[in-house]
Nanobody, 120 residues
Framework: QVQLVESGGGLVQPGGSLRLSCAASGRTFSRYVMGWFRQAPGKEREFVAA??????YYSDSVKGRFTISRDNAKNTVSLEMNSLIPEDTAAYYC???????????????WGQGTQVTVSS
């Protein structure tokens, strides 16, 4: 069992930056693929970024602006978000799983989400 708690969301102006963090419980954190997904009102939850031992993955919409990283010693995963645009506004969810990194069905554990609002 893995429990995930996100933090770091908030209101930011277009062009600004935010850093999301996700703290995970459990002793086998390093074996999991860790991902970030987001969901805007009225839309499906979509893949944002993921990290596993072999590398990182990003959606086309955030590539070059967002960076995912993890610290296995601290059981944390972070998402550095730069050059934010209003279209990035959504609830952001941290997830852990052993399946396909870019597919929400590949994740077994989800956090409660943290809201990111990009607006002037």
């Amino acid at each position: 069992q893995v429990q995930l708690v996100e933090s770091g969301g908030g209101l930011v102006q277009p062009g600004g930056s935010l850093r999301l963090s996700c703290a995970a419980s459990g002793r086998t954190f390093s074996r999991y693929v860790m991902g970030w997904f987001r969901q805007a009102p009225g839309k499906e939850r979509e893949f944002v970024a993921a990290i596993r031992w072999s590398g990182t993955y990003y959606s086309d919409s955030v590539k070059g602006r967002f960076t995912i990283s993890r610290d296995n010693a601290k059981n944390t995963v972070s998402l550095e978000m730069n050059s934010l645009i209003p279209e990035d506004t959504a609830a952001y969810y941290c997830a852990a799983g052993l399946g396909v990194a870019t597919y929400k069905g590949g994740y077994d554990y989800w956090g409660q989400g943290t809201q990111v609002t990009v607006s002037s």
